[in-house]
């Protein structure tokens, strides 16, 4: 069971909104530690998608938005395309592990 | 551009020693400037952090693995590694090594990641 908890599936049209939510607790996103978010394509490794809470690496289009309050963050993806179909995870810092935790991750069907 | 990639065997068997390298470059460890670590996914499951390392040879560990892992750095080769003991069945899983970009007080990530190797732990 993952520290940080994540709805196992969402699914959107092409060209339609969706988020994927992040819930912690007050050792890790309530006590201030940012949110990052990957996205794992079937067969590959992760992909940085956010960091920092709402910051794109170079390259990752401007559809994909995090944010961040309390103890929970979200990832927001406009404009569905069926690329995007893939895994999502979100990772943070736990106070009470000492170390990196992951959500337990989003599967994203297209329509 | 960095990469990176993960090399070692890809079947051991249970209570031997699982033993992987992660060999780095576009980046020099030995610079200090990123942490590096290790990250394991079980088919079919979600991510696992399992531990890191900073060019001094420091580390740090995930709790639930700590008495079983040892995660090493040789900078002059640009490699670090990890050695997971007593293995079980239940440690099958995609092995990936990273770059942990350090964030002071505040929570590390992982900017890049090799492309994973699959370790089967069977008799």
């Known amino acids: 069971q993952s520290v940080l908890t994540q709805p196992p599936s969402v699914s959107g049209a092409p060209g339609q909104r969706v988020t994927i939510s992040c819930t912690g607790s007050s050792s890790n996103i309530g006590a201030g530690y940012d949110v990052q978010w990957y996205q794992q394509l079937p067969g590959t490794a992760p992909k940085l998608l956010i960091y920092g809470n709402i910051n794109r690496p170079s390259g990752v289009p401007d559809r994909f938005s995090g944010s961040k309050s309390g103890t929970s963050a979200s990832l927001a993806i406009t404009g569905l395309q069926a690329e995007d179909e893939a895994e999502y995870y979100c990772?943070?810092?736990?106070?009470?592990?000492?170390?990196?935790?992951f959500g337990g991750g989003t599967k994203l069907t297209v329509l | 551009q960095v990469q990176l990639q993960e090399s070692g065997p890809g079947l051991v068997k249970p209570s031997e020693t699982l033993s992987l390298t992660c060999t780095v470059s576009?980046?020099?460890?030995?610079?200090?400037?990123?942490?590096w670590g290790w990250i394991r996914q079980p088919p079919g499951k979600g991510l696992q952090w399992i531990g890191g390392i900073y060019y001094s040879g420091a580390t740090n560990y995930n709790p639930s693995l700590k008495s079983r892992v040892t995660i090493s750095v040789d900078t002059s080769k640009n490699q670090f590694s990890l050695k997971l003991s007593s293995v079980t069945a239940a440690d099958t899983a995609v092995y990936y090594c990273?770059?942990?970009?350090?964030?002071?007080?505040?929570?590390?990530?992982?900017?890049?990641w090799g492309q994973g190797t699959l370790v089967t732990v069977s008799s």
């Open positions: 990273a770059r942990r970009v350090i964030v002071v007080a505040n929570s590390p990530y992982f900017d890049y």
């Open positions: 990772q943070s810092y736990d106070s009470s592990l000492s170390g990196s935790i």
């Open positions: 576009g980046d020099s460890i030995g610079s200090g400037s990123h942490y």
